[in-house]
């Protein structure tokens, strides 16, 4: 039971992530078409783009601690969005993914939220 209630909550993640990448303008999503992040890059992160989450998906923080904390994990879901795509450019992946509401959180937080 907990194996098919595992495959089900990945395969809606995966559609979120389809759903996101295809269902945005060019103008509103941060990963563009040439896998390139809209925006500064600045320490290896997307600044425009860590703007732009918060404010579509009205994220607020609790500290400047946890914002940065946040924000290094956004930037790492990011950087893997980006180089998933260029995968799915080459035809090395059968999907593409996007930045949703849930850039912010680890794959462990996601997990004990939605599947526990």
Known sequence: MN???????ALALLLIFALEASAAPATSTAVQTAGEARGTVTGGCFVDAWNGFKHKYKKNYN????????????????????????EFRAQKQSYAKGINE??????????????M
Do not use: G, P
């Open 102 to 115: 849930f850039a912010d959180l680890t794959s462990a937080e996601w997990e004990a939220m939605y599947l």
């Open 3 to 9: 194996l098919l209630k595992f495959i089900f909550a």
């Open 63 to 86: 500290s400047d601690v946890e914002e940065q904390r946040r924000r290094r994990i956004f930037c790492r879901n990011v950087q893997e969005i980006v180089k998933h795509n260029s």
